[in-house]
């Protein structure tokens, strides 16, 4: 291709307004020559296709298309569907290419179809060992691809960055990005800025130290290398930027374990300015969370902020060097992760024009911040909370409710928001048209409670510093109904500006879908309640629905192939609240499922899904309880460590994973040992305890489950008769 040429007569067509012509070129290009940097730099003038995770480096999830829009969007149909071969959550963002639709599923599959017919046109398994599982802190999910040249790149649970080739969907080169000794996994989709591949990974619930890093697109070498913590012992002989950092922890803690990496991964969201050359990317939560244990003072609580945990980090994405960072909250402690969706755009305030980044992370607050120099414009909570009374608008600190600061041994505090956040990994959306941010946002708190003597695990389980059990709900009914009611799911459109909501729709509940913004003044969204809908970006109007028979999580992309637009999601149940908080069947009329498939619409479309499958549910029968109290509560206090975060509190299971209350192992101390202990269940991602749990612990662990089983069975019975 005649670069040159195509950019002048890009400029040209964007100049006399013939956005769609533009589209075309662009199209033409993507078949021709493969995705190249002017491309990724000039995507908002391609409307036909999708070619990078957010649409274009802004993120802003806006396609100015508007062949399906307000007046007609209630013609809109299924035009095709394809079932996928994992049953676990889905949250990939599709790539459009030229009439081809890529995208990732549970388990780091990638498949190809033909985006008017939805014919597979090729699949590729990167064989993510089964046992990988219990390294995911929130699900084994993948977000998505990076397009470049004629490759696509994608990060594998276990840790790898794989390129295929776009044509074939064979593999071209492998490279493994991280300890695979540790818990490292990756679950977010690579960015691709100035001919390097950018991947983040998780794992800060583990013990892990973060970093983003930079690798060779054409065969993985590594290019740099970001840490975002700096390294226990003597800092001196490190960058700069983590010399700073040290000042702000206890070195003689960090790294003193294998367990206490300091945490700080980035796990999700990036985004970049081609003209400030400026790649942002936001930094999680600490490892432990408990500050205390992470970063322990002389008084026993938690010392320092801690830098860079829960930062919006500016750098060099051709260096890797440092040039600003803003953290969202100091000395976190509740997994208050800044990893959510950064978005860029340029708008007047105070009658000035400003280039902003905006994100509304964890916890709480809707941020608005100077992406050329970092420093804090506003913020403003978006949901309830009771963490920080505001922030300060002079130092853009939080202005902080000492009752929650939790990082103590033995007082808890009721927190909201809580660990999922106010908002989660979900995209948001900005319309520069309304000039308004959809935020898929939600209230629900937490119960921290310090645990006592807290020492980390190397092998297995959640190491946070809290007692994930301390939150288990007692077998009441009543009360149970009452903490579920007090769950409030919202698509709240925010005035940035202004910093309000402009307005609100309320959902069912918690986790719903991510954003798309159109040009046809629609907002996108899937949600809880199984839905697929368009609202009025304007007014927050429901316009259409679509039943989708299963949660849907996932963002839409929407594109066109020959002039026609269609609308796409990746729908299937799953994610960190799915595992643990969905199950309480007592509190829901129609449990959510998981049936994986991709869902495209079009205008007219006919297509209709196959008759929603019966649930069917095994009774509750469990053995009776003869363990004594102190065996159970041993019980207890482990599963909330090692179980809860993959089998729910309080040992009420999710439709994602099994509901150990219905076992059938639980009959049978040989045959829960066999699972637990044995790992026999090890490659469908139930991996050995063996190094973390005795005998007694198993044992004590199905103990407990037992006797909670027993109570919801009393439970049921109880409000069986009770309605009869």
């Given amino acids: 291709m005649n670069f040159k040429r195509w950019a002048l007569g890009a400029a040209v067509l964007l100049s006399a307004g013939t956005l769609a012509n533009c589209s075309q070129i662009l199209g033409e290009a993507a078949q021709g020559d493969g995705i190249t940097t002017a491309m990724l730099v000039g995507a ?20 100015p298309l508007d062949g399906v829009n307000r007046e007609n969007v209630g013609q809109l149909g299924l035009a095709w569907y394809a079932d996928m071969d994992t049953g676990r959550g889905q949250e990939a963002t599709p790539l459009v290419i030229d009439g081809r639709l890529y995208l990732t599923t549970a388990w780091s599959k990638v498949k190809a179809f033909d985006a008017t017919t939805g014919e597979k046109l090729w699949e590729y398994d990167p064989k993510v060992p089964g046992e990988t599982a219990v390294k995911a802190c929130c699900d084994v999910v993948n977000r998505g691809l990076a397009a470049y040249g004629d490759k696509l790149f994608f990060g594998t649970l276990d840790g790898r960055l794989i390129a295929l080739d776009r044509e074939s969907g064979k593999p071209l080169w492998e490279k493994v990005t991280v300890d695979q000794s540790k818990s490292y996994t990756i679950t977010g989709a690579p960015r691709v800025i100035d001919d390097k591949i950018i ?8 013990g892990v130290r973060g970093y983003v890093a930079a690798y060779s697109p054409d065969d993985g070498e590594e290019l740099w290398k970001f840490y975002t913590v700096p390294e226990g012992g003597d800092p001196k002989d490190a960058p700069a930027y983590l010399q700073k950092a040290a000042e702000t922890w206890n070195m003689d803690v960090l790294g003193a374990s294998d367990a206490i990496g300091g945490g700080g991964t ?22 432990p969370w408990n500050r205390a244990y992470r970063s322990p003072g002389k008084d026993g609580t938690g010392e320092g902020d801690n830098l860079y945990l829960s930062s919006i980090v500016a750098i060099r994405p051709k260096t890797g060097e440092y040039v600003w960072h803003y953290q969202t909250t100091p000395g976190e402690t509740w997994d208050f992760t800044a990893t959510q969706h950064i978005i860029l755009a340029d708008m007047e305030i105070d009658g000035k024009p400003r280039k902003v980044l905006m994100q509304a992370p964890k916890n709480g607050f809707f941020y608005v911040i100077d992406r050329e120099t970092g420093k804090f414009i506003s913020a403003k909570p ?26 103590k041994t033995g007082k808890p505090a009721l927190v909201t928001p809580g660990a999922l956040g106010g908002h989660n990994w979900h995209p ?25 003597n807290w020492k980390p695990d190397t092998a297995r389980g959640f190491n946070v510093g809290f007692n994930l059990g301390a939150g288990d709900l007692p077998p009441d009914g009543g009360f149970r109904k009452q903490v579920a009611g007090s769950l409030r799911g919202m698509l709240v459109a925010w005035d940035p500006v202004a910093q309000k909501a402009r307005w609100t729709v309320e959902h069912p509940g918690p986790w719903n879908g991510g954003l798309l913004a159109t040009g046809g003044g629609l907002v996108f969204q899937g949600t809880t309640g199984s839905e697929f809908n368009a609202y009025d970006a304007g007014t927050g109007e429901k316009l259409w629905s679509f039943a989708a028979q299963t949660g849907v999580v996932a963002p839409p992309v929407t594109y066109t192939v020959n002039g026609e637009q269609y609308v796409a999601v990746l729908a ?11 199950g309480d069947l007592i509190n829901r009329k129609a449990p959510v499922r998981n049936i994986s498939r991709l869902l495209v619409f079009k205008l007219g479309g006919t297509a209709k899904l196959p008759p929603e499958p019966a649930l069917s549910e095994l009774p509750l029968d469990p053995p009776p309880s003869t363990a004594s109290p102190e065996v159970i509560a041993v019980g207890q206090a482990k599963y909330g460590r090692y179980c809860a975060v993959c089998h729910a509190p309080g040992a009420v299971g999710s439709t994602v994973l099994p509901d150990l209350r219905r076992a059938g192992s639980l009959e049978s101390a040989a045959a829960w040992s066999a699972v637990v202990e044995g790992g026999a269940l090890k490659d469908n991602g139930m991996a050995s305890f063996a190094g973390s749990l005795s005998k007694a612990e198993i044992e004590a662990i199905r103990a407990y489950v037992i006797k909670r089983a027993n109570e919801d069975k009393a439970l049921e019975t109880s409000e069986k008769i009770a309605r009869k």
């Fill in 199 to 206: 991947i983040g990974n998780g794992g800060a619930e583990f």
């Fill in 382 to 407: 978006y949901v309830s909370v009771n963490w920080a009374s505001g922030i300060d608008p002079v130092t853009g600190r939080p202005i902080e409710n000492p009752e929650t600061r939790v990082d």
């Fill in 44 to 63: 908002d003038a391609d409307s036909a296709n999708w070619i990078s995770h957010g649409r274009t480096y802004s993120e802003q999830r806006y396609s």
């Fill in 572 to 582: 299937g149940w799953g994610g960190a609240y799915a595992l643990s908080v969905d």
């Fill in 428 to 452: 948001m959306a900005y319309s520069p048209n309304e000039k308004l941010v959809y935020i898929p946002a939600f209230e629900a708190g937490m119960m921290y409670a310090p645990e006592a």
């Fill in 266 to 287: 980035v796990w999700d969201s990036m985004a970049y300015d081609p003209e400030l050359d400026l790649l942002y990317v936001g930094v999680g939560n600490g490892s």
